[in-house]
């Protein structure tokens, strides 16, 4: 019989229709492995088709804008928000508006167009993670901002426009609402128990096994117990930590829990389009007790969302303790 | 300049992204008209192929599950969730669920194949909502459930996996997140107020005008405030209703909303796939002064929700007010 299961950080409830029982082989593969075809904006030697860099890995006898780069942060060029100007915070009758103040940048996450985070060298994915670090760091300063979104599409499909490989970040002047919610929840688990949510979820889940995928020493990858979509995936630091940042001043143990996710989704899905979103806590209450960063992937295969995002309900065709059964022995 | 909306109901925010801004003709068409193809199940002559109907909208000299039905209600063939059994609420550790209990029902709106919601005689539309009604009063009776969802996929792209226009129908023992959410949020605002959140953006809207996109004596469509994608519409009664029921024992009014929205839609959009979700109020406060039922429709422009429904934050790159405005002026 289905199952009725409620995820515990954001509420929403979820039908794990075992009966329908969709296993990998049952999703129509939309692989996204990378071919050059014609001009890329984000390949060495077009740097100057995109706005100036913000930040960039080269080596120092290398001028700003020009080839010799291992990885590049750039505004985007299209940015959803723009840098310059006030918030203007503002009612329209019994609404509440504001000007679109942020920034919008691309992490160009290698050079390299035929590279996918779970092919590139693990240093490259270390740099990624860096990469996200340093704009997160830098971006708070600016205290117009209350969050820093980062994201990833990866493949057509997820919503990628521009097929060489690159993460996006959006800093914001509010904090999105699902972040909100896990926070608000987070912390009225933690009054009730003193306890971290997330630490009792890793606690558990490490002691039933099932639905973990892959650990190492710092981070958990697991099909959390009420995935919103086949094969929903979170990677989370073992240890308490409520923002994202490296761990010993280093990001290695992160890119191989990463990398490892990625590479097991590719085997087991034939290298599927995805998105990812990092959750991390806001700047204002960036040190906390309650609540615990991770980064939330979900691959895309089917064709759509539908009812389901837009009803906050959601019926999944492949139960955790399968999908995690399923990654946990793919080798990669 | 972008600006920052907050939908003031479910408190997230949404960036109107106007220099991005997307006329209808900037979407890719992906028409939904309809052309026979092969065998379909719910045709007439093939009632046997789909479960027992439940009712069904006939003359009364044909018998159940035979031609000459006009609308039928029938448990769908590969239900998420099934009526037999008990919920058997449980923990699993940290973790809450129960059994999968409850109805997943098709309302086949038509017999006729080629006909859709914006095509078919305002009778027949008039007849799907009255289907709704009657589903949503029976399975009401069912103690075990609170809360009934309807909704519809139009077009492949938007999740219909059967071309034959048809809505469904999810009972539930539990009520989904995005209307508890809804819920709490306008318990809030009454709390304050002493005034239905709905009948103040209702009263607003009709003051402000920009964003309306039709009315009858009963009914207002508009673009909300903040929409999640581009041409979100919304259709709400202009009286006070917590949940949804006909109005004088009538649905001509909303079948003439509803049909004039859709038809606006595929005129301005040239048949776009979408989803339309009731938010109705959950049976165990059905009537009550804060809550006002509602369509929400999303048609399905964008390849993607990409990391947006992942994240609970938007990029709408076309304007309400513009969204409306064609809407408006679309003659149908």
Same mark, same amino acid.
């Given at each position: 019989?289905?199952?009725?299961?409620?995820?515990p950080?954001?509420?929403?409830?979820v039908?794990?229709?075992?009966?329908?029982?969709?296993?990998?082989?049952?999703?129509?593969?939309?692989?996204?492995?990378?071919?050059?075809?014609?001009?890329c904006?984000?390949?060495?030697?077009?740097?100057?088709?995109?706005? =100036? @860099?913000?930040? #960039?890995?080269?080596?120092?006898?290398?001028?700003?804008?020009?080839?010799?780069?291992? %990885?590049r942060? +750039? /505004?985007?060029?299209?940015?959803?928000?723009q840098?310059?100007?006030?918030?203007?915070?503002?009612?329209?009758?019994?609404?509440?508006?504001?000007?679109?103040?942020?920034?919008?940048?691309?992490?160009i996450?290698?050079?390299?167009?035929?590279a996918?985070?779970?092919?590139?060298?693990?240093?490259?994915?270390?740099?990624?993670?860096?990469?996200?670090?340093?704009?997160?760091?830098?971006?708070?300063?600016?205290?117009?901002?209350?969050?820093?979104?980062?994201?990833? =599409? @990866?493949?057509? #499909?997820?919503?990628a426009?521009?097929?060489?490989?690159?993460?996006?970040?959006i800093? %914001?002047?509010? +904090? /999105?609402?699902?972040?909100?919610?896990?926070?608000?929840?987070?912390?009225?688990?933690?009054?009730?128990?003193?306890?971290?949510?997330?630490?009792?979820?890793?606690?558990?889940?490490?002691?039933?096994?099932?639905?973990?995928?892959?650990?190492?020493?710092?981070?958990?990858?697991?099909?959390?117990?009420?995935?919103?979509?086949p094969?929903?995936?979170?990677?989370?630091?073992?240890r308490?930590?409520?923002?994202?940042?490296?761990?010993?001043?280093?990001?290695?143990?992160?890119?191989?829990?990463?990398?490892?996710?990625?590479?097991?989704?590719?085997?087991?899905?034939?290298?599927?389009p995805?998105?990812?979103?990092?959750?991390?806590?806001?700047?204002?209450?960036?040190?906390?007790?309650?609540?615990?960063w991770?980064?939330?992937?979900?691959?895309?295969?089917?064709?759509?969302?539908?009812?389901?995002?837009?009803?906050?309900?959601?019926?999944?065709?492949?139960?955790?303790?399968?999908?995690?059964?399923?990654?946990?022995?793919?080798?990669?």
């Open positions: 019989m289905s199952e009725l299961r409620r995820d950080i954001s509420g929403r409830w039908i794990i229709a075992v009966e329908r029982g969709k296993r990998p082989s049952d999703f129509a593969p939309v692989s996204q492995k990378r071919k050059i075809k014609g001009f904006p984000f390949c060495p030697g077009n740097e100057h088709t995109a706005p =100036n @860099e913000i930040i #960039a890995f080269r080596p120092p006898n290398t001028a700003p804008n020009t080839p010799g780069w291992t %990885l942060v +750039v /505004p985007n060029k299209f940015p959803a928000l840098i310059h100007g006030d918030l203007n915070k503002r009612g329209e009758g019994i609404y509440d508006k504001m000007n679109g103040i942020g920034a919008h940048e691309v992490i996450e290698t050079p390299d167009h035929l996918s985070l779970s092919t590139m060298p693990i240093k490259a994915v270390e740099d990624v993670l860096w990469a996200y670090y340093f704009r997160i760091t830098d971006l708070k300063k600016d205290i117009r901002f209350k969050y820093v979104l980062v994201f990833k =599409n @990866e493949g057509e #499909a997820a919503g426009s521009i097929e060489h490989t690159h993460s996006q970040l800093a %914001l002047p509010i +904090v /999105p609402q699902l972040v909100k919610n896990e926070m608000t929840s987070a912390q009225r688990y933690f009054e009730l128990r003193d306890r971290c949510i997330f630490c009792d979820i890793i606690a558990q889940e490490l002691e039933f096994e099932k639905r973990i995928i892959y650990q190492n020493d710092a981070y958990i990858v697991l099909s959390p117990f009420a995935p919103r979509e094969f929903e995936t979170w990677i989370l630091p073992k308490h930590e409520s923002r994202f940042e490296p761990r010993e001043k280093s990001f290695s143990l992160l890119a191989d829990a990463l990398q490892t996710t990625l590479k097991k989704l590719d085997a087991v899905l034939e290298t599927p995805y998105n990812y979103v990092l959750h991390t806590s806001p700047f204002q209450d960036e040190i906390n007790e309650y609540y615990h991770h980064i939330e992937i979900i691959p895309k295969l089917t064709k759509t969302a539908g009812f389901e995002w837009g009803s906050g309900f959601f019926i999944n065709p492949t139960s955790p303790e399968e999908a995690a059964q399923f990654m946990r022995e793919a080798t990669v």
